[in-house]
């Protein structure tokens, strides 16, 4: 609570200043105005970005995030366009003051035009205060529509890429989410990057089955196999912890008659051509400047998200 306790004596001090800045200026007209005009406006900056963790109140919010990116069909395109999205929430993680690490990610050919090399899946752990509770609603499928960089007739290609947002669960009781020595297959393999070229010579990278559901994850970020397992089972947890709140959900949903289809349900609109917009289909928010949008600047989106009652 401290973090928050010092944001709010923060604030009332500014809150004070401002009062004590009117008080003189009724009694005075020194041109203050102007100075107190900026202070009003940095104060309502601060004060709407501090009232967004109001709405932040879920049970894994204030905690950290592992967001996965999956190329959907569409080959190169599909695979570049999720390469474009892993640096787009790279770039907002950075805007924001979270460490993002890559724990994993599967690469495309290399060779495409300009060294462009795409990207078939990767993972992310983000790392800071509210990560899952600001990206939670980032969940879903992306579509993007512009002329191919892979088509040498210059056609217009849409692509399509699934991002999937899960808490970190290292706060998680411990007994809501056993997993039994004996339904886990761990293999290990040598960490790979684009091309095929070795990362490391050794097999420290890790893979683990949960057989019961079939649910897979892979490890292959850090340099020893121990790492990699824990990382890999942290993951494992939070897929199966989210695939266990996903049932209960659905179970909810068939009692209430709700129909709600959990794949491929599209979220946001990325178009490059033949005019540059970007629009989320659930709030409505629409920005023309893509470039700032693809270089992580997303607070507008997931400030519209966060204030959204779904």
């Known amino acids: 609570m401290k973090e928050e306790i010092e944001d709010y004596e923060e604030m009332k001090k500014e809150l004070d200043e401002i009062e004590e800045f009117l008080k003189i200026a009724r009694e005075d007209e020194t041109g203050l105005a102007q100075e107190i005009k900026e202070k009003i406006e940095r104060f309502g900056k601060k004060l709407e970005k501090v009232s967004l963790k109001i709405y932040l109140g879920g049970e894994h919010d204030k905690g950290e995030a592992i967001l996965q990116i999956f190329a959907g069909a569409g080959g190169r395109d599909s695979q570049d366009w999720a390469a474009m999205l892993k640096r787009m929430y790279e770039r907002y993680g950075e805007r924001k003051?979270?460490?993002v690490?890559?724990?994993?990610q599967s690469f495309s050919e290399a060779g495409g035009p300009e060294g462009r090399i795409g990207v078939k899946n990767a993972t992310l752990e983000i790392k800071g205060k509210y990560a899952f509770g600001f990206l939670k609603r980032e969940a879903g499928v992306h579509r993007l529509v512009r002329i191919s960089p892979f088509s040498g007739q210059q056609l217009r290609h849409t692509s399509f890429a699934q991002i999937v947002v899960?808490?970190?669960l290292e706060m998680v009781?411990?007994?809501?989410m056993e997993i039994k020595e004996s339904d886990l297959k761990i293999e290990t393999?040598?960490?790979s990057g684009p091309g095929g070229q070795f990362v490391q010579k050794t097999d420290s990278a890790v893979r683990i089955t949960h057989?019961?559901?079939k649910v897979t994850v892979h490890c292959q970020t850090a340099r020893s196999q121990s790492q990699n397992k824990k990382i890999a089972m942290e993951i494992l947890m939070?897929?199966?912890?989210q695939r266990k709140k996903e049932e209960e959900e659905k179970n909810l949903k068939e009692i209430k008659g709700e129909i709600d289809p959990a794949w491929g349900k599209q979220i946001r609109n990325y178009v490059l051509h033949p005019y540059?917009?970007?629009?989320?289909?659930?709030t409505g928010v629409e920005v023309s400047n893509v470039e700032a949008i693809l270089d992580g600047d997303l607070d507008k989106f997931i400030e519209a998200e966060i204030k959204l009652k779904i």
């Open 101 to 104: 690490i890559t724990l994993d």
């Open 189 to 191: 393999f040598r960490a």
């Open 276 to 282: 540059k917009l970007i629009k989320d289909l659930r």
């Open 166 to 168: 899960l808490p970190k």
């Open 173 to 176: 009781d411990k007994g809501k």
């Open 238 to 241: 939070a897929k199966l912890y």
């Open 211 to 213: 057989l019961p559901t």
């Open 97 to 99: 003051g979270f460490t």
